[in-house]
């Protein structure tokens, strides 16, 4: 298994560009979620997915959208990039409804907006 | 007030010794609570449940204090390798399961 995987590493992009952030994962997990991760502040969700066609947003969407057409990937879009979205981004997966499952991270992209 | 606080640190401590994080949550309907490690420049990696027994596994022992809202992560004998950012992960029922992260507490063992 490759677990958790995301493309782009890193990325610069201006601000105004767009751009979309792939995540997959191989374990059959139905949650999935995105995060952005950035200094003195925890890790903070930004969209997460309950299975194929269900999204929702979660406690920093704005600036973002997602889509989840199959279980293994769960697309990340910026739709207008701002100097407020360099961060690190990861993805994450886990499996079920119980509060005790592990939550599987991806190795990360690390954007910037200049 | 954060949900989920923890001391950033870093705890600088000699190999070998044991050095114990804890983490203060505020919400009393939380529901489970987790470590994780994070090290420089990766992705968070579970490291241990924590129980309402506590549990032990190998030199770390995470223990849930429900009455003082928080939870502890102890390493007895610490090694070189266990140097990293230990997060501290609670878990609570908000429609569903939200997962609010600590910033986390750094650790750098020193040979």
């Known amino acids: 298994n490759a677990g958790v995987t995301q493309t782009p590493k890193f990325q610069v992009l201006k601000t105004g560009q767009s751009m979309t952030l792939q995540c997959a994962q191989d374990?059959?997990?139905?949650?999935m979620s995105w995060y952005r991760q950035d200094p003195g502040m925890g890790l903070r969700l930004i969209h997460y997915?309950?299975?194929?066609?269900?999204?929702d947003q979660g406690e920093v969407p704005n600036g973002y959208n997602v889509s989840r057409s199959t279980t293994e990937d769960f697309p990340l879009r910026l739709l207008s990039a701002a100097p407020s979205q360099t961060s690190v981004y990861f993805c994450?997966?886990?499996?079920?409804?119980?509060?005790?499952?592990?939550?599987?991270f991806g190795p990360g992209t690390r954007l910037t907006v200049l | 007030r954060k949900e989920v606080e923890q001391d950033p640190g870093p705890f600088n401590v000699p190999e070998g010794a044991t050095v114990a994080f804890n983490c203060t949550y505020s919400?009393?309907?939380?529901?489970?609570f987790f470590w994780y490690r994070q090290d420089c420049r990766k992705e968070p990696k579970l490291l241990m449940s924590?129980?309402?027994s506590g549990n032990e596994d190998g030199r770390f022992t995470a223990q849930l204090n429900r009455a003082s809202q928080y939870i502890s992560l102890l390493i007895r004998d610490s090694k070189l390798s266990d140097s990293a950012t230990y997060l501290c992960?609670?878990?609570?029922?908000?429609?569903?399961?939200?997962?609010?992260f600590g910033t986390g507490t750094r650790l750098k063992v020193l040979a």
């Open positions: 919400n009393s309907a939380s529901q489970s």
């Open positions: 924590v129980y309402s």
């Open positions: 997915s309950v299975g194929a066609g269900i999204t």
């Open positions: 994450a997966s886990r499996k079920g409804r119980s509060a005790y499952n592990e939550q599987f």
């Open positions: 992960v609670v878990i609570r029922v908000s429609g569903t399961y939200k997962y609010i």
């Open positions: 374990m059959n997990h139905e949650y």
